[in-house]
């Protein structure tokens, strides 16, 4: 069960760790397109 556990937190972190650096890209193209 703690196998389990761990394997669900470690994808859990892997995700947003994802979704934040899909975000922050996200954000600099925009940022980048409305400046020029």
Not at 2 to 26: D, E, G, P, Q, T
């Amino acid at each position: 069960m703690k196998n389990v556990l761990n394997a669900i937190l470690s994808l859990f972190c892997a995700v947003i760790s994802m979704y934040y650096h899909f975000r922050s890209m996200v954000l600099n193209t925009y940022f980048v397109k409305f400046i020029h």
